[in-house]
């Protein structure tokens, strides 16, 4: 069964692609490494544990990842992150802390290990600031080599971005080290805003959450309606919340679910244009292409996947 490693800064959406995860029969959540983004990376180890003992997988261990941007020494969370995700990251809704602890081994080492024991097998999915993975790579270069899959939900080629014109939030928190897992030689899948803003999630699909009568189910139902609201006043146009992690787990699992455009991407690190995802010009004529963006995908085949498999697993089916 593929192993499976999710990098996120637990979010409303980072917590769907949990749900994604742990909802899908074909991967086996080996851990989470956590980062700093929507939260703190202390906020975001608590709602990792708690959110994974509601969900009844209080086996997936957690591990600390670095708390900010290579190039910086601390990190403060945006002032919009409240206002979109809630001040504690899950959309203000209330759920136990965990008995458990985050690991003692952390979260660039674990990659490493993870990596050497699991070669092909692994899949490792980044849906928050790619700290983590950058650094891993710079201790253990040839891990980019023996890691099956890295799929990161980030970036934005085909359509502007979400925190400037040029600029994912992602991306945005740490473009070098964006820059580095790109151009490092590793094969990447960049689930970017040119997809994820095409798939929406409404209250008509929240409600079926909420008629399963499950914690589980009151839990993301009352999350996920707090983004639908959130969305609603920065995004009306949308009519819907953008489901832009759960999608990076959901093509990490099933590829055919977008199509990409192979090409040689970099991250801008210098202004103006500071965290724009590019195709680098300097490699146009390199026939080895070490990045596929995703920029089409069937929409309707994603949200009945996304919608059978964390209705599953509310329902403890999984
Ligand atoms: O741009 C969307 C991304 O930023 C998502 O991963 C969301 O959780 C935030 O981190
Ligand atoms: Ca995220």
């Not at 975001?44 to 600390?64: E, K």
Request: proline share 4%; charged share 20%; aromatic share 6%.
């Amino acid at each position: 069964m593929q192993k499976i490693i999710l990098d996120l800064d637990t979010g409303i959406d980072d917590t769907l692609a949990i749900a994604y995860a742990l909802g899908s029969p074909e991967v086996e959540l080996i851990g989470i490494t956590a980062t700093y983004g929507n939260v703190t990376l202390e906020q975001g180890m608590r709602n990792d544990l708690a959110i994974t003992d509601l969900f009844g997988h209080s086996q997936v261990p957690v591990y600390p990842g670095l708390s900010h941007a290579s190039t910086k020494d601390s990190f403060t969370v945006l002032s919009g992150s409240a206002f979109i995700h809630g001040k504690n990251g899950i959309g203000d809704v209330e759920i136990p802390d965990s008995a458990r602890s985050a690991e003692s081994e952390n979260a660039v080492d674990f990659i490493i290990d993870a990596a050497h024991r699991y070669g092909e097998e692994l899949t490792y999915v980044a849906t928050g600031p790619l700290t983590n993975i950058a650094a891993a790579i710079a201790k253990e270069p040839d891990i980019k080599n023996e890691i099956g899959k890295i799929v990161i939900m980030g970036g934005a080629l085909t359509v502007s971005g979400n925190v400037a014109p040029w600029r994912e939030a992602n991306i945005s928190q740490d473009p070098e080290a964006a820059n580095a897992l790109f151009t490092s030689g590793a094969q990447v899948t960049m689930v970017g805003l040119d997809v994820t803003l095409q798939t929406l999630l409404t209250t008509e699909e929240t409600q079926q959450w909420r008629d399963l009568h499950t914690a589980a189910g009151d839990f993301l139902s009352d999350m996920t309606d707090y983004y639908i609201r959130a969305y609603a006043k920065t995004s009306p146009k949308f009519g819907g919340c953008g489901l832009h992690d759960p999608l990076a787990v959901g093509v990490a699992i099933d590829p055919t679910l977008v199509k990409t455009l192979p090409i040689n991407l970099k991250v801008d690190t210098e202004d103006p244009t500071r965290g724009r995802t590019i195709g680098d010009k300097d490699k146009l004529n390199d026939p080895h292409k070490t990045t596929q963006v995703a920029i089409g995908i069937d929409v309707n085949r994603f949200l009945s996947e996304f919608m059978s498999r964390i209705s599953a697993l509310a329902k403890g089916k999984r």
